[in-house]
Structures are given as structure tokens and as C-alpha cells.
């Protein structure tokens, strides 16, 4: 049975290269129950979602990473994102003014689904009283030149880091998974031509893993099977669960930002203001007195 949920990072004892494993169940499917979108588009969903569980990993203060991809196709933005405190959250928005075909639905791939897009990495660090500023928002930009997600993500590695990464991704209605090896600046193997065999090899073995496989076997099952003749450490896992940050008091930030003209004529026609959250389905109710008592009495309705 696959790992519900969990994380596990791994190191090579005798080379400078790491590695990260994960499966997401339960919350996976928790985020398809706010996602009712066709095969495809739920399992592209879930590759970004084992993605962001992978990249999690890189967050080591109080915030979230998150993975967006914006395009002109059929997916108009697609996004994961996962906190320092585990929780992940996903969505998929499509447009309205293109058909999905019946063959896109079932088999289409992230260049097919998104078209001409680009795909955003964000580190956003947690914003609270005693914020102090030091921690700032990164954001990287990584083309979408590669028909799906792994080969965009490689590519975002080796430029950004200058780190060899390969990274596999699948998902079905179930689960999502994803097998993550990059290559370590060199500190055990100094002799590069050693060290480049090394990186192939494991590069290799881990090319023999197969979609059902990662789909359905547990992680040390997994690790023994690709690498029984190398010395790997595995670390204790992380586990991941779904969770939504929408608060109400986030709603009340976002009313302050429309402006008292649209909010009136909001109230002028319905008398309150509705809020859901489209990641979680959460419905956020606001009264015209506390409207005006959140506007400052600028609210003449």
C-alpha cells in the first residue's frame, strides 16, 4: 500500500546527491473535492501538488511556497501551495472562452492544457505583528518549455541553482506522487568524472521507476528497490495534510481593498456581501452594519 500523506527525505551515504520521495492521499483528495474537473486537469493538479510537497522541503522559516502556472489554453491558472506548518491547498481555474476537447480531458499534458504560459515559484515568508522585514518575498520565473512538469522544474534548478535535478512526477484519482534526485556541490567525490558516474548511475536506477509503482508502493519498498546497492540514509518523514488559510478576518482585509464606491453599490443591490472561498468552499456572510463598522461609517446603505 502507498504511504498516505507523507514525505521522506534521503541522502546517498557515498555521493554528494539527496533525494525526497512523497505521496499525498488523503489531502490530495481532499483538494479534488473543491477541484470537480476532468482527468486530466485533476491529475496535472496533482503533479503540482506533489511538486509543491516536494519543494517544501527548501521552506525553513515561517511562510509558504507556492507553484503557479499561468496560460491562454484551456487552464487559466493552475496552483499549489503548502505552508512551513505542512498543510497544502490547491486550484485549478479554467477558461471559460475555450472548449476542452474530449481527447484534452483525458490525456492532456501541461503544455496542452496551459499553452503558452509561464510557471511561477513564490517563497513567501508569514507576515505578523513582529514581522520584522528581513525575510523577503522571493519569486522565480521558469518557463514553460517542456511538455510537462518535471522537465519545466529540471530546467528551473539547473538555472537558478546550477544543481542536476531529476524529478517524476504522476497522480491518478487516488494519489499524487514524486521522486525527486539532485546533485550536491561536491564535498565526498572530488574527482568529477567519478562523481558525474555516480550521478548517471542513480540517475538510472531511477529511471526504472514506474507510475503505478510510485502509486501504489510504500516509500522504504520504493527506495529498496531503485537503490538496494547504494548506501542511502532515510530521514524521519514529514507528514503533509490539507488545510485552507481563508479566515474571516482575511475577508474583511479584502473588502477594505475594493473601495467604499463598490462596495455600496454592492449592498445597494443585495444588502450584504458573500464571500466563498474557492479553495475550501467556506462562505463568509457580511451584514451591511458590519460593513459599515469595517469601512469606518463610510457605508451609506
Known sequence: MPNNDLLHRF???????????????????DVLSHNNHPPAVQRLLGEFLAA??????????????ILQARGDGPIATIMAECTH??????????????????????????????????????IEPKRTENFDGKLERYQGIVPMES???????????YQSEQLATRLWFTANAENASGLLVQ???????????????YWETVVALAETITPEELLTLDHPTILHRLFNEQNVTTFDPRRLHFACSCTRERCSAALLTIGTAE???????????????????????????????????????
Open 263 to 301: 462596495v455600496e453599490q454592492v449592498l445597494i443591490e443585495k444588502g450584504s456581501i458573500e464571500i466563498d472561498c474557492q479553495f475550501c468552499n467556506q462562505h463568509y456572510h457580511f451584514d451591511a452594519v458590519e460593513v459599515r463598522k469595517l469601512l469606518g461609517g463610510n457605508v451609506l446603505h
Open 183 to 197: 546533485a550536491l556541490p561536491e564535498q565526498l567525490i572530488k574527482n568529477s568524472e567519478e562523481n558525474e558516474k
Open 52 to 65: 509543491i510537497g516536494l519543494l517544501s522541503s527548501t521552506l525553513k522559516f515561517d511562510g509558504m511556497i
Open 147 to 157: 511538455e510537462n512538469l518535471a522537465g519545466c522544474l529540471e530546467h528551473y534548478f
Open 85 to 122: 506548518h505542512n498543510s497544502v491547498r490547491g486550484i485549478v481555474r479554467m477558461n471559460e472562452d475555450i472548449m476542452l476537447s474530449e481527447e484534452l480531458a483525458l490525456n492532456g499534458n501541461l503544455q496542452q492544457l496551459l499553452g503558452k504560459g509561464i510557471l511561477f515559484i513564490t
Open 11 to 29: 541522502i546517498f551515504d557515498d555521493a554528494d546527491i539527496r533525494g525526497e520521495l512523497v505521496t499525498l492521499g488523503s489531502s490530495y483528495r
